[in-house]
């Protein structure tokens, strides 16, 4: 039972536009959400994370938006670049569950140029 | 500064060998994990520790085993490598409260495992 989905598992997109990533979990205890990148042959580092007493949270280029009605969250990157092809997973904790993070399934973004 | 170190960044291996990776973090941080990560799969928790000498089992316990003697070291062992074990493995590490302040977990740079 994956609570953390991914349903995309790439994504193209042209350099300058818009990339959006999205992410759909279903435990409703959680509370924290984070996005983390990973290139190959790297571990993931972190990218952006947002509480669910908020509902968006920007950093630079990226803005994560989180809908917990919908039990959705998505990141936006604006504009993209070729740097930014990798892969990227949301993560979710509990409060309850010790803070352990549950992952999704991953999106490879690939940026044209 | 590299914070979490994983051993070997690439590891050929043969099938029915015990091999041993390693992951050592210097953040005094209480949590550790295994993980793998397979194309298509995500990342998949193989252990976890939260304490010296503590383990937990994840969702992918079978055919590996962990060690945690010291609070920076944590050890995945696999006790008779297959080849369904070839995989990029990572390890990460975290503070057992308090992931609102931080950035959740602190991950290596990876093990790539071939076994042959």
């Known amino acids: 039972d994956q609570q953390v989905k991914q349903n995309s598992p790439s994504l193209s997109v042209q350099e300058g536009r818009i990339s959006i990533l999205n992410c759909d979990y279903t435990n409703s205890m959680f509370d924290y959400f984070l996005w983390y990148k990973k290139y190959p042959a790297e571990g993931p580092t972190f990218l952006i994370s947002i509480s669910s007493i908020k509902d968006k949270n920007e950093d630079g280029r990226f803005t994560v938006f989180l809908n917990k009605s919908a039990k959705h969250l998505s990141l936006h990157i604006v504009p993209s670049q070729p740097g930014d092809s990798a892969v990227y997973f949301c993560a979710a904790s509990a409060n309850n569950a010790g803070n352990m993070l549950t992952f999704g399934g991953g999106t490879r973004l690939m940026v044209k140029p | 500064d590299v914070k979490v170190t994983q051993s070997s960044r690439y590891l050929v291996k043969r099938t029915g060998e015990k091999v041993f990776l390693e992951c050592v973090q210097d953040?005094?941080?209480?949590?550790m994990f295994w993980y793998r990560q397979d194309p298509g799969l995500g990342l998949r928790l193989i252990y976890f520790s939260y304490d010296v000498k503590m383990k937990e089992k994840g969702d992918i316990p079978e055919g590996y085993s962990v060690s945690r003697e010291k609070k920076e070291r944590f050890s995945l062992i696999l006790e008779s490598a297959s080849t369904n074990q070839t995989s990029m493995y990572l390890c990460?590490?975290?503070?057992?409260?308090?992931?609102?302040?931080?950035?959740?977990?602190?991950f290596g740079s990876g093990t790539r495992l071939t076994v042959v």
């Open positions: 990460a590490s975290s503070l057992s409260q308090g992931v609102y302040l931080y950035y959740g977990y602190t």
């Open positions: 953040m005094d941080h209480e949590n």
